[in-house]
């Protein structure tokens, strides 16, 4: 069996605006109903939206959260069968205080009230479904578990690194387990975007962008500004050089022993900061002498492939109703399994 997964950006806005026949499918026209009103989601609040936004690393009792659970609900409802069993995650930073209020939540979901006029259908509607459990489990043993049980099925020690948007993770994978000692968790990427941005201001007025509009001009190394098109590329590869050396090499000094390295030779990065080269190349410049350096096959997919995994093993191998959900600060990845 395969796993499909399906992403959209981790951004919503408040919009009781009509929208018809702007998207050409229910991905890119996510627009959902939470309480009395309407909010657009993802690649629709992107293009029709004002000012998209994500509260990093959200809690299950504030909007953000709930709408972003709701589309990745209504996305895997396409695809799977019901009631559903569905596994998401926290940081280890956050994972404490949210396990509980997350599965309440997710559990006593039966309903998603959406506006199917962006992509072409008519009014508000109302899915109707059922979840036979929730499983809430830190974002890198998801990782770890894609990783281990996907179709990598790698064995043997390696570090894991999650270069996430909101936070970095870190750890020691072992095949009896995680060594809890090397877990480690610190700012994410956000900490390069916001660097940057502070580096443009200085020259250019980049207007009203929000921090997530900023963060796809990052990605693809360049702005508008003025109508004139600005090139990042130098701002970005020394933002994400300081965040390497300001806080992600200092969590892994601090956090990994020598011994460490006598258990493991290999680096392996997921998350969307290891599809940036720069980052990559700082690992490569500090462990290369000593240590593999790896990126993972999509990294930015492996963790909720991971939670889709394990809610196959807990549904007792069943494929047919098992659901990954990664609420991640950038994007929410929804992965299924398909057949081949």
Known sequence: MNIRSIS??????????????????????????????????????????????????????????????????????????????ITTGFPFSTINI???????????????????????????QSLQFSVNRVEVIPELIGGIIGIRSGSAQRTGNFFMVSLGYGTVEIGLSTDGGI?????????????????????????????????????????????????KRIDLSEIRKR??????????????RNTWEDEDFNRANTILLVGGGALYPEIVNSFTEEFGSFANVEVADNPTTVASRGFCIRSRNIAGGSTEAAVGIDLGNAHTTVSVFEEQ
Not at 101 to 124: C, I, M, T
Not at 213 to 222: K, L, S, T
Not at 239 to 252: I, Q, R, W
């Open 8 to 85: 959209f950006p981790s951004v919503v806005e408040g919009h009781n605006t009509e929208l018809v026949n702007v998207a050409k499918d229910q991905l890119n026209g996510l627009k959902i109903r939470e309480g009395e009103d309407d909010y657009i989601i993802g690649n629709l609040a992107l293009s029709e939206g004002r000012n998209p936004h994500k509260a990093i690393n959200s809690s299950p009792d504030e909007t953000d959260y709930k709408l972003l659970m709701k589309a990745g609900i209504l996305t895997a409802s396409n695809f799977v069968k019901e009631p559903m069993v």
């Open 179 to 227: 060594v809890q000692r090397t877990e480690g968790s610190a700012p994410g990427v956000r900490y390069a975007i916001d660097w940057a941005m502070k580096e443009l201001m200085q020259n250019y007025y980049v207007g009203l962008r929000t921090e997530h509009q900023f963060d796809a001009a990052f990605q693809r190394g360049n702005i508008t500004v003025n109508r």
């Open 98 to 124: 949210n396990n509980q209020q997350a599965r309440e939540y997710v559990s006593g979901l039966n309903d998603v009230k959406f506006d199917s006029r962006p992509f072409g259908g008519r009014d508000h």
């Open 239 to 252: 933002a994400l050089t300081h965040y390497y050396n300001d806080v992600v090499s200092p969590l892994m």
